[in-house]
């Protein structure tokens, strides 16, 4: 193999492992932003679960109306 054949088939792997490293930089971003995401929506629920809702409007030991 040339010197000029080598050096273009390491340029063409090179290229190939920068477009991946790219992508998997993509997609670990969306992944912290959905975790982000995730994390907020349990500390939604827990507080719901545990009656510290603002937004609930309810006590959390209230029984509903239909009894």
Do not use: C, I, N
């Amino acid at each position: 193999m040339a010197d000029a054949e080598r050096l273009t088939l390491l340029e063409e792997r090179y290229a190939h492992l920068q477009r991946h490293v790219a992508q998997q930089d993509k997609a670990m971003l969306g992944l912290g932003e959905e975790l982000a995401k995730v994390r907020q929506e349990l500390r939604v629920l827990r507080a719901q679960v545990t009656g510290g809702a603002p937004d609930s409007g309810e006590a959390a030991d209230e029984r509903p109306p239909h009894y």
